[in-house]
């Protein structure tokens, strides 16, 4: 997804926003002084214990307003069956908004067995008595109100930061329970008050999982059951400022919990950008990808987290980690700042980030190109990484996801666009003998200066052709991004009907792609099959990204559970039986989600005995109460 | 080596065959839902077939039942020695064929390029590939230990998740009268074999006009290697090198696929079509030199329902009575026993084949020639026929001491018989099992007895097997008593030839099987195993020198059996 489909803003621009703005264009006039931004370094004034009200980001501390409480995204934006049977996605905030998508029932039927009779019935509303109760003492209470950290024990508030993402975390909300949620949620705002919030709790042994946008796939949020003392989330959101950019180094220093949408949008009123685009990016927060080692859709430009970090602040039961200056690399040992990336919450609190920036570019263009089948596709990406010549994101979806893609075809407005349609699909399949039901497709975003960016097309478009490859148009390739910043409201809706589905990822040699590819999604339709599950299941897979030397793949799952009582475990059964065959084919645990809970049990195979104990040793070191309890990759 | 399919020689190819297998043979029956099954089977994933190999029509076979059934013709890993027969070579190259040295040497260049080659045919799944797990025809009808080469070779697109399953599928064919019967009883007893060219196989044109009776063909279930992969590795041995850079298999790859080997066969030994003429056979063997051809049609009904009871899958023709069965089968094999004045004997005549013909190599060949039809029934009767070798020596009922001498002796077989590696005490089990089933035995947790009726079964098995013991004895004897420096296998099946001569002339042996040399090269790599033998490489070959200490410390065992021998075969 482009940052230009996000949405606009969510919340009123509060006072201090405002002060921001007037302070950026002060600083503004000074440019030619110092190329350097001026802002509130200290932390706000602050309106002690009451959540209520104090919001400064995009999201309010009770994020429950606009946010789903069970379920992804906001709460005005979702797919719906309309009167006519039709899907059709709710609200303004989404340029699909409106919109119908007349194939998309069809497709449902036919290739999940889906059907508008057979709904399920989550629950219409949080039964607050349900939620576990919050056990915390009243000194830790105190400690925290002398020190004026604003906290809560609301329960929705508790609820809304005991899960991520996942399958399971969704279903539970939806008809069940968690057995264990934090009993108090704090809200620091800036590093600061994270130091005192820390020390506090390591005086009340105190268990910490820091939350940033909670947009986790691999259970990395969840409370450990078994957790008995008390559990505190460590919400960031408050520590959203940026606190300077630096032209000369085009770098820009930001509180980690700054929510992707608003560091892209502040960074662009200055003309700037980090480029950083996961799909999770309205809602994932800058800690949050510094602790996951995450990866954004245009890292063949921008690189990934671990390559744009010039500088990372965390506080541990230890202390504050950091370095003595921001040089742009360093032999000084091994880097500690890859002990920080992908600590998943279990050595600190990531408070501060200096990020590179880059001028915003100046052209951007969608493209796609048709292949006669996925093999070809995956020869043509191992060229582009051979010649070094990605454009700012290439993806290669195969045939089933291609066909997925053509049922979320918005209703078209014009007789001449379907027309033209026709015409293309008449081109391809009957004049070129692609066969609809094997080709596949490769999306395309070019990004920099207009002339750059058609030369680079043409490039492209060369080796593609190559490869049998055919250029499709730039609104396939617009819509194959949109698809991946609405599916997570699509699995939403597809819970309403009996169909549940996830994600996964792996990255992979060159070589090995297109075996691991069919072999896992063959291991999924016979582990679906064996398991009782009524309809094939929808397993595709896309490459997303690429390397030198390998690339990344992205799977989807998705059955029908009809006739399944247990259809949570059945799914994690499935999902665990595909990773088995993903590591057996040479693909690693993860690219970019993370291991959290989820992947746990194979970390230590995959680093070996000795590497596990490194990081082990680590922990002990940084945290050996096991204040940060979350429990994630150890 | 290489292969390259045209339909023209194809369509010759197979109309040749037909018109050659209509000649031959009766009928060439197939189990149409094993066929079905391989058909299924081939659609799904790539296909390897592990026929069973008994003869050369063994691939010709296969290759026309394909053709029959519209099958994509297997590609063929066959012996390089075929490529001696011009014609034939040349058609079979055409029709799918192809072909590997024997033995790769040190060519480890050969063997890569091959070992691509057969790789590259089985990942692009267009046809199945074939070849023999036993490496090379059976010259006693019985089951060769299996090699691991070409197993190695298939198994390791799957190793490396190159394709997502393969497909096994055992073949068991079987031949109600071998081709090759006489050459491989003559090749037994050391006259050497003709080299196979295609005159030679002309040669056998006389042949063409013989009745060689039926073959079956058994097409087994097909098994998924990843089935029998399943958690029973460490996942990522291939995951740090480049998947065409060949590597050295692990041990626990090596395991694995020696397991496979052994299951893959025992599943050819079970579905293995039997027919009367072994029941025969097997009898006859035991009532030398001659015997009532009434007494014989009882035995063999007799025998035939033990067969049964052990799971031998026998092809009876119940339309008719047991008599008829008895002498059709004996008609068929004319030229290896015959009727006269009722009573059924081995034939002794001079076949001509070699100049020097003495009475005692003449009696040999003829018993090897029947013992070749018995053999088939061996690997069905090995289990309770050790239960009852081991309560014959010892003497005892206690089930531990039996079960010691059982694992003894199939420890000492484990070159001549098929068993799963390293499940003796299953192994012991199933042969209790099986005899406790024919009645012949009572089972109790710490004892076996044998019943009353049992004992014509403990008898028959023992006598069955007698060869096998006796011979392992003769060679034992040979080597704690004639040897003392290094020698080579040829010195060595000289030596035991010649002493087992003297003892058939002296007639203080029977054992005339042990003059075959499967069996004293079986022996021979049965006590290297074990330590009794030290085997030596050297320039050209091996030389082998007698562990006097462990051999003689295993002797008792041996020996214990010796004076038991009873002069009269037990009777029935
Ligand atoms: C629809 C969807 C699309 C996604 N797409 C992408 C993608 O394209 N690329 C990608 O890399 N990931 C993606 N993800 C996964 C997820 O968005 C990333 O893992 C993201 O980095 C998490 O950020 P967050 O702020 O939401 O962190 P959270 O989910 O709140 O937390 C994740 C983990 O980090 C820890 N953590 C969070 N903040 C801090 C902090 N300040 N200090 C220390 N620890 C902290 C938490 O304790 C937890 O263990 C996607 C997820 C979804 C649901």
């Given at each position: 997804m482009a940052a230009a489909a996000a949405p606009g803003g969510g919340g009123s621009d509060g006072f201090q926003t405002a002060a921001h703005r007037r302070l950026r264009i002060l600083s503004g006039h000074l440019r030619s002084a110092s190329e350097t931004y001026l802002s509130a370094s200290q932390c706000r004034g602050r309106t002690v214990a009451?959540?209520?009200?104090s919001q400064s980001g995009?999201?309010?501390?009770?994020?429950?307003e606009i946010l789903k409480w069970n379920g992804?995204?906001?709460?005005?934006?979702k797919f719906i069956f309309n009167k006519k049977g039709q899907g059709e996605f709710t609200g303004k905030?989404?340029?699909?908004?409106?919109?119908?998508?007349?194939l998309l029932k069809d497709w449902v039927e036919k290739n999940?067995?889906?059907?508008?009779?057979h709904k399920t019935t989550p629950k219409?509303?949080?039964?607050?008595?349900?939620v576990p109760p919050s056990i915390a003492s009243e000194e830790f209470l105190q400690d925290l109100q002398n020190a004026k950290i604003s906290y809560t024990q609301e329960a929705e508030s508790r609820l809304f930061r005991?899960?991520?993402?996942c399958l399971h975390e969704i279903f539970l909300l939806r008809e069940g329970m968690f057995k264990r949620v934090p009993d108090v949620v704090v809200w620091p705002e800036c590093h600061d008050d994270v130091v005192k919030i820390v020390e506090i709790a390591c005086k009340h042994n105190i268990c910490i999982i820091p939350y940033g946008g909670?947009?986790?796939?691999?259970?990395?949020?969840?409370?450990?059951?078994?957790?008995k003392r008390t559990i505190v989330s460590?919400?960031?959101?408050?520590?959203?400022?940026?606190?300077w950019i630096d032209e000369k180094n085009l770098t820009a220093h930001v509180d980690?919990?700054?929510v992707g949408q608003d560091l892209e949008r502040q960074l662009g009123e200055s003309g700037?950008?980090?480029?950083?685009?996961?799909?999770?990016i309205e809602f994932s927060t800058l800690g949050g990808w510094v602790a996951t080692r995450a990866s954004g859709?245009?890292?063949?430009?921008?690189?990934n987290i671990e390559d744009l970090v010039v500088h990372i602040k965390m506080v541990t039961p230890r202390g504050v980690i950091q370095k003595s200056c921001q040089g742009?690399?360093?032999?000084?040992?091994?880097?500690i700042h890859h002990f920080i990336l992908?600590?998943?919450?279990i050595l600190g609190v990531i408070t501060e980030v200096t990020i590179k920036i880059r001028p915003v570019p100046e052209y951007q263009k969608y493209g796609s190109v048709v292949f006669p089948n996925f093999e070809k596709g995956v020869a043509c990406l191992r060229e582009v990484a051979k010649q070094r010549c990605a454009p700012a994101s290439i993806r290669l979806m195969d045939n089933a996801q291609f066909q997925f893609g053509y049922a979320l075809?918005?209703?078209?407005?014009s007789i001449f666009t379907s027309l033209l349609d026709g015409l293309k699909k008449f081109y391809i399949?009957?004049?070129?003998?692609?066969?609809p039901n094997v080709l596949c497709v490769a999306t395309l975003v070019f990004e920099g200066s207009r002339e750059k960016v058609l030369q680079h097309e043409k490039q492209v478009y060369d080796i593609a052709a190559k490869f049998g490859g055919l250029a499709a148009g730039e609104d396939n390739g617009q819509r194959g991004y949109m698809l991946t910043f609405i599916i997570a409201y699509l699995r939403d809706f597809g819970m309403d009907y009996y169909l549940i589905g996830e994600s996964f990822e792996t990255s992979v040699p060159w070589d090995r792609t297109v075996d691991l590819c069919k072999n896992v999604k063959e291991r999924i339709a016979r582990e679906c099959k064996e398991k009782g599950v009524q309809f094939p299941p929808f397993a595709t897979c896309r490459v997303t990204q690429m390397y030198d030397s390998g690339a990344c793949v992205y799977f989807y799952l998705g059955f029908n559970y009809?006739?399944?009582?247990d259809p949570v475990r059945v799914y994690e059964e499935i999902e665990t039986a595909a990773r088995e065959e993903i590591l057996a084919n040479?693909?690693?645990?993860?690219?970019?989600?993370?291991?959290?809970?989820?992947?746990k049990q194979w970390l230590k195979e995959c680093v070996s005995d000795v590497g596990f104990g490194m990081l082990k040793s680590i922990k002990q070191f940084v945290d050996p109460n096991n204040i940060f309890g979350s429990g994630n990759l150890l | 080596m290489g292969h390259g399919m045209h339909m023209g020689a194809i369509r010759f190819f197979a109309f040749t065959l037909s018109k050659i297998f209509k000649s031959l043979f009766k009928s060439v029956c197939v189990n149409e839902d094993g066929m079905q099954k391989l058909q299924q089977a081939i659609q799904e994933h790539p296909v390897v077939l592990l026929p069973s190999h008994r003869s050369y029509m063994d691939f010709l076979l296969l290759s026309y039942v394909s053709y029959t059934y519209d099958l994509a013709l297997p590609v063929i890993a066959a012996g390089?020695?075929?490529?001696?027969?011009?014609i034939v070579g040349e058609l079979l190259r055409k029709s799918g064929a192809f072909f590997m040295r024997?033995?790769?040497?040190?060519?480890k260049l050969y063997w890569a390029v091959f070992a691509e080659y057969v790789k590259s045919i089985l990942k692009n799944g267009y046809a199945p590939v074939e070849f023999y797990l036993e490496g090379t025809r059976s010259r006693t009808a019985k089951t060769l230990s299996p090699k691991f080469g070409l197993l190695n070779i298939v198994m390791d697109p799957f190793f490396k998740r190159e394709v997502f399953d393969i497909y096994l599928v055992p073949v068991s064919i079987s031949y109600?009268?071998?081709?090759e019967e006489f050459l491989y009883a003559y090749e037994l007893l050391g006259v050497p074999k003709p080299k196979e060219s295609t005159s030679g196989l002309l040669k056998?044109?006389?042949?063409?006009?013989e009745d060689f009776g039926s073959i079956h063909v058994y097409f087994g279930q097909p098994v998924s290697l990843r089935t029998l992969e399943a958690g029973r590795m460490?996942?990522?041995?291939?995951?740090?090198?480049?998947?065409?850079?060949?590597q050295k298999p692990s041990e626990e790859i090596q395991k694995f696929v020696s397991d496979v080997a052994y299951k893959m066969e025992l599943l050819q030994i079970e579905n293995m079509v039997l027919n009367p003429w072994m029941l025969i056979s097997a009898i006859l063997l035991q009532n030398l030199p001659a015997i009532d051809f009434e007494l014989l049609v009882e035995k063999t009904l007799w025998l035939k329902n033990l067969t049964q009871i052990f799971g031998g899958f026998l092809d009876w023709?119940?339309?008719?009575?047991a008599s008829k069965a008895v002498r059709s089968a004996l008609a068929l094999h004319s030229n290896i026993a015959s009727l006269v004045n009722g009573q059924v004997i081995l034939n002794n005549k001079e076949?001509?084949?070699?100049?020097t013909e003495e009475p005692i190599f003449r009696r040999a060949l003829f018993i090897l020639l029947c013992g070749s039809y018995r053999n088939q029934l061996l690997n069905i009767f090995v289990r309770p026929a050790l239960v009852a070798i081991a309560l014959q020596i010892t003497h005892s009922s206690r089930k531990e001491e039996v079960y010691n001498h059982f694992s003894f002796w199939r420890d000492i077989f484990s070159e001549e018989f098929i068993f799963f590696p390293g499940i003796s005490l299953k192994d012991f089990e199933e042969g209790c099992f099986l005899l406790t089933k024919c009645g012949a035995i009572q089972d109790t947790p710490q004892q076996i007895f044998v019943t009353e009726k049992g004992s014509t079964v403990i008898a028959f098995l023992n006598a069955m097997f007698k060869p096998f013991v006796e011979g392992y004895q003769i060679i034992c004897r040979y080597l704690s008593n004639e040897t003392n420096e290094a020698f080579t296998e040829k010195h060595f099946v000289f030596g035991v030839r010649s002493l087992a001569s003297q003892l058939l002339e002296t007639g203080?042996?029977?054992?005339?099987?042990?003059?075959s040399s499967d069996m004293q090269k079986n022996a021979l790599a049965a006590l290297v195993r074990l330590g009794m033998v030290a085997r030596m490489k050297t320039t050209d070959g091996f030389t082998y020198r007698v562990n006097k200490e462990s051999l003689n410390k295993t002797a008792g065992m041996f020996e214990s059996r010796i004076p038991v021998r009873k002069a009269v075969a037990a009777r029935l």
């Open positions: 009451t959540p209520e009200g995009t999201f309010p501390k009770r994020r429950q992804w995204g906001y709460n005005d934006s905030r989404y340029r699909i908004g409106g919109l119908i998508f007349p999940l067995g889906g059907s508008l009779e219409a509303s949080l039964n607050i008595s349900d005991a899960h991520g993402h909670g947009t986790s796939v691999t259970s990395a949020l969840e409370c450990p059951a078994d957790e460590l919400d960031t959101s408050q520590m959203n400022r940026i606190h980690a919990g700054i700037y950008c980090t480029g950083h685009e996961p799909d999770s859709m245009k890292k063949n430009i921008y690189g742009p690399r360093m032999s000084t040992g091994p880097d992908g600590s998943e919450g075809k918005p209703q078209v407005a399949t009957k004049f070129k003998g692609f066969d009809r006739g399944i009582s040479g693909g690693s645990l993860s690219h970019h989600h993370g291991v959290g809970k989820l992947r | 390089i020695d075929f490529l001696g027969m011009k024997r033995t790769f040497g040190g060519n109600e009268r071998v081709l056998a044109r006389k042949i063409l006009n460490n996942r990522y041995p291939f995951n740090l090198v480049p998947r065409h850079v060949p023709p119940d339309n008719l009575c076949m001509g084949f070699v100049t203080s042996t029977h054992c005339y099987e042990v003059l």
